[in-house]
């Protein structure tokens, strides 16, 4: 019979099964069969990679703005910055920092209005980008669309400069690269229910078998990050992904490195609230990133100065 649990996740941060609004695959598009038909936990394999690269992003609506158009009434807006960067795992050596951060500001407006933004005392500056949409909502979702889509370009580039990539999230970037999305929650569970069964069988440290999910060309596979006395048969699972453009056997390498690697770098519940899904490297990235976007106090006090200092221009 069906069990109540109470996620360990803090419930600011959401849950485990939250929506992941990027996939929903369509009915018969997964395919359980392309490692194995005898779908049992597997071990993972620790083939000494040695240089790891986690890459994240974070993103802040810094104020919301108002257009106020005689004609056509208030114009919703936002200023919003984002940060995308890497936290660099040298194994061999047993060191790790950061590597070079990108931070990005834009002050988006709805209803196709492409107003400049006054400069406001900040580096970088606000760059102004109109959406065609008059929903306030979309605001939001084009700044984290412009963040995906730098984090994917940041992982691209370390991945062709020879690191092995985990990019927190699913992935944006499908080339055949060596970069796997590492993603915390789950919307749906793919799987038919005698599959999931293995997934709930996992111990920390193994994997499924991988499936493909043809309608998003990926492949994918469930690693069990640490056991969770006390948690449902899914607690401390999470999904990774890679691209389908990559060659099967490549992927079956990389599956069972992700399922050896990711347990050693998994959190745990007195330093994280997310725990084990948010990955250590990752959750030192997100403060570092955070910290470069600047005080929040003082970059609104900044976007306020420069808003009532000067009227907005037609760019």
Request: hydrophobic share 40%.
């Amino acid at each position: 019979m069906a069990k109540l649990y109470v996620e360990g996740w803090a419930p600011d941060f959401g849950a485990p099964f939250e929506p992941d609004e990027q996939l929903a695959p369509a009915e018969g598009a997964v395919d359980t069969s392309v490692e194995t038909d005898d779908w049992r936990p597997l071990d993972g394999v620790d083939d000494d990679v040695e240089r790891v690269a986690f890459v994240d992003g974070v993103r802040r609506v810094d104020a919301r703005l108002t257009l106020d158009d005689p004609e056509h009434g208030p114009i919703p807006g936002i200023c919003g910055t984002y940060a995308v960067g890497a936290t660099l795992w040298l194994r061999e050596e047993r060191r790790s920092g950061f590597g070079p951060a990108r931070v990005h500001r834009m002050a988006i407006l709805s209803a196709g209005r492409g107003e400049r933004f006054p400069a406001a005392d900040l580096n970088p500056a606000y760059v102004t980008e109109p959406i065609s949409s008059p929903n306030p909502d979309d605001l939001v979702r084009h700044l984290h669309t412009r963040m995906r889509r730098a984090e994917g370009e940041h992982a691209a580039g370390l991945s062709h400069e020879g690191w092995f990539v985990v990019a927190d999230g699913p992935l944006n970037d499908l080339s055949p690269q060596s970069t796997v999305g590492h993603v915390k929650s789950h919307r749906v569970t793919y799987l038919p229910p005698e599959r999931n069964a293995v997934v709930a069988a996992l111990a920390a440290g193994q994997r499924t078998p991988m499936f493909t999910i043809s309608a998003f060309q990926r492949y994918s596979w469930y690693v069990r990050l640490a056991e969770m006395p006390g948690g449902h048969s899914w607690s401390g699972v999470v999904r990774c992904e890679a691209s389908g453009q990559l060659p099967r056997e490549d992927v079956r390498t990389i599956a069972d490195r992700t399922a050896a690697i990711l347990p050693k770098v998994a959190s745990e519940a007195h330093m994280d609230p997310r725990a084990p899904q948010n990955l250590v490297p990752v959750a030192a990235l997100e403060r570092q990133l955070k910290h470069l976007m600047g005080d929040r106090a003082l970059v609104l006090r900044s976007i306020r100065a420069a808003v009532h200092g000067e009227e907005s221009v037609p760019a």
